[in-house]
């Protein structure tokens, strides 16, 4: 497809494996977008701070190792200069008090990792319709 | 009655030769007693006699060569204490007869005034009189025996709370010694027990209840009841109180118990719950990675290869089942606080039309009564029942013309039984109790796909809204799952309504 504007997408997540499906699940669902990893909370806050070219959509994991996925979206939050961007959780949890959370803390959205590869890109269109296609993102 | 038995044996003790002759021609001529009269002109004689021999009555003359006066009468009383006495005295010394009767003596006869009609029916009046007498004191020693033994601690009060009677083995464990209460103000008693003395005040106002109250280290649980005299009035009232220590602390451990395990199962459940989140991890991996060998190194792989990594695509979906199941039988074990009505003729409306393409696969016959009752429970359990159940009735059936039949078979007691009938390939009575049980498959993978979770999750599902579930079946016979479930009552749609 291609007929997005790029936009910068930051992806946190500790799993290596689950960064490459992710990867190929971008890869497939044709979406061009440029993708930061970042492999912790703390490299995910940094990252945001300091990159000259900054993400403009970030997915979040829950479970991460040092700060969680929860802490990293409360500090998003409390700080002024990233306060408004998109935060996608990505999480494998079912669980509805992580889903509550998620939202009480400012999440945009919360998506559950599906276990079938084919689900995940499906989704992933999906995904990439609505915030690079029907959403109006902060400048 | 007595006379049949045996004679009745008058003691006379008498010195006056003249008095006694007079004394034993009046009683010979008594008609139709048997009466065997013994003579005594001294009091040793009399109490030789009266240990000797089985007395009936003494007819006691005051005055005798030995002693005089009343210490003549209670020499003899307290010799033989269950022997009546008639007192006989003159006319000078009738103050002496009085006091004798005060100590315990039946009766006092005139000597002067004597006749053959009263002599002897106040000998037969006095024998009466200490025979119900002595029945008395036998019931009041067996009952105080009773009450004394008893592990409970029995009072009354008058109608002002004073205590009249307070006694009870059960006292023991306070420290108190039977009957030390009486005399006293049961407020007064009872002052720092505001419940019993409470109990107390509500009897005399002519309530009939209980309380447990814990005095010390004892529990009591303490009935009281307004005592009534002959007119119905409120004279007192009266207390029983219970140790029920050990009762109080067996529920109190139950209590525990109980707790305990709601709180391991709940953890268990929870603990289900993360492992099988866990699970899923790797094998989402594991699925990814097989996905994409097959798919950028398809032109390297040969037949087998392509085969083994099938076989562990099909590992991989089954695993997830499982896990998926295990989450399913996890959370369906946790009972919803909160039971609403559900609408089941609307509820397996939903569950049919989920499963209409399998239906229409098959070629299935789905029958569904129309006076289906509304249950109290939640749609979540009620799906995962129905749609098991209903699931389980189209995969196992091969007859040539499949019907599932769903229903209600009875309401009674406020539990209706619906049934989820087929006429598929049918359950052997050996594994009735088997197919309830988690991952429980009776035929080959390959005959029936699935985990063999479902049925344990409708019985846990079941259990969950306190229902139960049955299997009737016999192999090749078709089987029909019957599930009893509390129906939706009015009145707690009314409590329900306003939490």
């Not at chain 1, 500790?14 to 061009?32: H, K, L, N, T």
């Not at chain 2, 209980?210 to 009841?225: C, F, K, N, R």
């Not at chain 2, 609408?343 to 393409?357: F, G, I, T």
């Not at chain 2, 239906?359 to 429970?377: F, K, M, Q, S, Y």
Request: hydrophobic share 45%.
């Amino acid at each position: 497809m291609g007929r997005y504007r790029p936009v910068q997408v930051l992806l946190v997540d500790d799993s290596p494996d689950d960064v490459m499906i992710a990867q190929r699940a971008f890869r497939a669902s044709r979406v061009v977008n440029e993708l930061t990893i970042a492999r912790d909370g703390h490299e995910a806050v940094e990252l945001l701070r300091r990159a000259s070219n900054p993400p403009e959509l970030m997915l979040l994991d829950i479970k991460l190792p040092r700060i969680s996925g929860h802490d990293v979206l409360r500090q998003v939050r409390a700080d002024e200069a990233l306060a408004t961007l998109p935060v996608i959780m990505l999480s494998a949890s079912q669980r509805q008090e992580d889903v509550t959370e998620s939202y009480r803390l400012g999440a945009n959205s919360y998506i559950q990792k599906p276990v079938a590869f084919g689900r995940f890109q499906e989704i992933l269109e999906i995904f990439a319709t609505y915030w690079f296609e029907v959403a109006t993102l902060p400048e | 009655m007595e006379a049949q038995d045996k004679p009745t044996r008058v003691l006379l003790v008498e010195d006056n030769p003249g008095d006694a002759r007079l004394i034993r021609e009046l009683l010979v001529d008594a008609p139709a007693w048997a009466l065997e009269l013994l003579l005594a002109d001294r009091l040793q004689t009399a109490l030789g006699l009266l240990t000797s021999g089985s007395v009936s009555v003494v007819l006691l003359d005051l005055g005798l060569p030995d002693s005089q006066g009343l210490e003549t009468f209670l020499s003899v009383h307290a010799c033989a204490p269950q022997v009546p006495v008639i007192v006989l005295t003159g006319l000078d010394d009738e103050a002496v007869a009085l006091r004798a009767l005060h100590e315990g003596a039946q009766d006092y006869l005139m000597k002067g005034g004597l006749d053959s009609g009263q002599l002897p029916r106040a000998i037969r009046y006095a024998i009466e009189r200490e025979q119900a007498a002595q029945a008395i004191r036998e019931n009041e020693n067996l009952l105080r025996t009773v009450v004394e033994s008893a592990p409970i601690v029995l009072f009354a009060t008058d109608r002002e709370g004073m205590i009249s009677l307070c006694q009870g083995s059960g006292l023991g464990a306070v420290g108190v010694a039977g009957g030390a209460l009486e005399g006293r103000s049961a407020f007064q008693v009872f002052g720092h027990y505001p419940d019993l003395a409470g109990a107390v005040r509500r009897a005399l106002a002519g309530e009939t209840h209980a309380v447990t109250t814990q005095l010390g280290d004892v529990a009591y649980q303490v009935h009281v009841t307004p005592a009534r005299d002959a007119r119905g009035l409120i004279a007192g009232m009266i207390g029983v109180a219970t140790d029920v220590t050990e009762r109080t602390n067996a529920e109190a451990r139950l209590q525990r118990t109980i707790g305990d395990l709601q709180r391991k199962t709940s953890e268990l459940e929870s603990f289900t719950y993360s492992v099988s989140h866990d699970l899923k991890e790797p094998l989402r991996t594991l699925e990814a990675f097989s996905q994409f060998l097959l798919e950028d190194y398809a032109d390297k792989l040969d037949e087998q290869a392509r085969d083994y990594l099938e076989r562990m695509g099909r590992a991989g979906v089954r695993l997830r089942q499982m896990i998926e199941e295990l989450l399913v039988l996890a959370r369906v074990g946790q009972r919803f606080e909160e039971l609403v009505r559900v609408d089941m003729q609307e509820l397996v409306r939903n569950v049919v039309s989920a499963m209409q393409v399998a239906v229409d696969e098959h070629g299935v016959r789905v029958e569904v009564d129309r006076d289906l009752p509304a249950i109290a429970g939640n749609v979540y359990h009620a799906e995962q029942i129905f749609g098991n159940l209903f699931g389980n009735a189209l995969k196992f059936n091969r007859a040539a013309e499949p019907l599932v039949r769903i229903g209600v078979r009875s309401v009674a007691n406020g539990r209706a039984t619906f049934y989820v009938q087929d006429n598929g390939i049918g359950v052997d009575a050996e594994y009735h109790e088997r197919i309830f049980q988690v991952f429980q498959q009776l035929h080959k993978r390959e005959e029936y796909e699935g985990t063999g979770a479902g049925l344990a999750i409708v019985k846990r599902a079941v259990e969950a809204l306190g229902g139960t579930v049955q299997l009737e079946s016999a192999l090749g016979q078709g089987a029909t799952f019957l599930v009893r479930l509390p129906v939706w009552e009015a009145g707690r749609a009314a409590r329900t309504q306003a939490a």
